[in-house]
């Protein structure tokens, strides 16, 4: 009887490991092709017959005027994207396809400005940044900021983040939720 848990056991396992393989084939499929709506737009490009083609875009950007005034298509340029992340900036998100899989966007650090400091009660410093962005020293030396210096807050090793505050040296902090 013992066997034949481990065997149940092992197939549970493995099948847990091969299904996010294929999820995230799905994932990236789904990342890479345009929304259908979309895509009824760029097939217009094909019909031969000039009025043909104009009765095609006509119909096909009446569908997607709709779509976006009903919130099903939502249309973003580049700048919103990098200006999203850098919103988003040190909060660990599941790995979701919002922003269409676009890696060349990618944030690393952001710079500000101390909205204000306090000491928490473990006698560490929480950082409010101008953004809204609330950010904890979690180890290092004391620092002593004042509202209006620069920080900067950089991705470090490991999934960690590091500050400048005001070109001293780093420590290391955490973001915490708003």
């Given at each position: ?23 995230k084939d799905k994932d990236k499929d789904l990342a890479t092709a345009p929304p259908a ?22 119909k096909s950007v009446a569908v997607m005027a709709d779509a ?111």
């Amino acid at each position: 009887m013992a066997k034949t848990a481990r065997v149940a056991f092992y197939s549970l396992v493995f099948a847990s490991l091969s299904a996010p393989v294929g999820a995230k084939d799905k994932d990236k499929d789904l990342a890479t092709a345009p929304p259908a709506i979309f895509q009824g737009v760029l097939d217009c490009r094909s019909v031969a017959d000039a009025a043909a083609r104009l009765a095609c875009f006509d119909k096909s950007v009446a569908v997607m005027a709709d779509a976006t005034a009903k919130k099903d298509l939502v249309v973003i340029d580049r700048a919103t994207i990098r200006e999203t992340k850098r919103g988003l900036f040190g909060i660990s998100l599941p790995s979701i396809k919002i922003f269409g899989g676009n890696d060349d966007v990618e944030v690393n650090q952001i710079e500000s400005t101390l909205t204000s400091a306090r000491s928490s009660s473990d006698g560490l410093t929480v950082f409010l940044l101008a953004d809204g962005s609330r950010w904890k020293q979690t180890e290092g030396r004391y620092t002593y900021p004042k509202p209006g210096q620069k920080i900067v807050v950089k991705r470090g090793a490991l999934g960690g983040f590091l500050a400048n505050v005001n070109d001293q040296p780093a420590v290391r902090v955490m973001r915490l939720a708003d």
